[in-house]
């Protein structure tokens, strides 16, 4: 019966290993913007993706490389340009600065 429950355990708490596991890949993913055949393209984990994905802070992520925030602006993801799961956009073609962070303007009155 120790056996029994002593197995049980280990299957219980390798499978909440495991789901954690999952839940951090999803919270680090990163989509990214490149030329397919000429088209722009959207990527996660290394599939392209069809559908609109809303981040954690509310920022659409459109199959085509728009970007609309929760305010309602929208930009639009270049060739090699990421952006993760908190909405932050990147440039992984910034051999310098790999990760560099691409300042978005938020404000309607540029200065």
């Given at each position: 019966m120790k056996k029994v429950i002593l197995l049980l355990t280990i299957v219980s708490s390798s499978s909440a290993v495991f789901a954690q596991a999952d839940l951090n890949d999803k919270k680090n993913r990163q989509y990214c913007a490149e030329l397919k055949d000429?088209?722009?393209?959207?990527?996660?984990?290394?599939?392209?993706?069809?559908?609109?994905?809303?981040?954690?802070?509310?920022?659409i992520i459109q199959a085509n490389g728009n970007i609309i925030q929760k305010d309602g602006i929208t930009t639009v993801l270049k060739d090699g340009e990421c952006i993760d799961t908190q909405g932050l956009i990147v440039d992984r073609t910034n051999d310098e600065n790999p990760g560099n962070e691409i300042e978005t303007n938020t404000s309607e009155n540029p200065e």
């Open positions: 000429g088209l722009l393209v959207v990527i996660a984990d290394e599939k392209i993706i069809t559908s609109d994905i809303t981040t954690d802070n509310g920022t």
